[in-house]
């Protein structure tokens, strides 16, 4: 598997600390107003990251992590500080979706809005893993371990909506790239050696008594087949897994 190199630390990282969730909603909705910019709907991150107006900017809401353990908020800020210097370019917020791409989504039942979806969700995942693995190799896995054992967490409302959707084969590609965005790292660390990892493992596999055995085993494994992608830069990456969750059968 290729590494990712932090390459050159970005001239300049804007760190936010914003006392109320409110006052950061407002600022990014202005933002991305005023700078065209389309993202998906989550509002639970602890912390967000961007780098629209061209050096990346980390977000941390106060309110959000008051009372979180001292050791996931280590995590978090390191986790984040591992974005800036990995995706502090506005490459990559842009995404490109080629004729193949389409094609093979519109195989699959994904239209041009469910596909976006689709490689929203996976590049948000790719850049997780790429920090969980970097922060690894500087020894750091420690605090990603207790931050990803911290976002593991009753599935009850997946449950719900898989329940509903699991026939439909375009749904359940959305929904598999949902589950993905805290598995990949997860067996990221697995795949490092991390001595904690396979409780953590076990805690996710836990979580998800609702999918079969196998459902379970299919999605774990499709997570080892992309995190060793060969690739070149990120669009290539972030496209081949794509492609590789659409085309998956088993999934």
Known sequence: MEKTEPGTAPERISVYLWEKEKDFQEFDAREKAELGVVTGDE?????????WRGYPRVHLSLEKIRGIPEEVIR?????????????????FYKFLFSEHLQETARSAGLDLPLLQQLVY???????????????SEWGLGLYQNRLLDYLIEDSGEEQQAWELIKDMLALRKIAWAVFLKTLLPIETLAGSGDPESSPLIDKWEKAYPWLTNRERADLRAHARFVIELPFKN????????????ISNTAL
């Open 234 to 245: 990120f669009q290539d990456r972030l496209e081949q897994a794509v492609l590789g969750l």
């Open 43 to 51: 509002s639970d991150f602890l912390a967000t990251h961007e780098a």
């Open 121 to 135: 969700l996976l590049s948000v995942t790719l850049k997780d893993e790429e920090v969980v693995r970097l922060l």
């Open 75 to 91: 995590g978090v800020v390191q986790h984040e500080i591992g974005h800036a210097l990995l995706h502090g370019k506005p490459e």
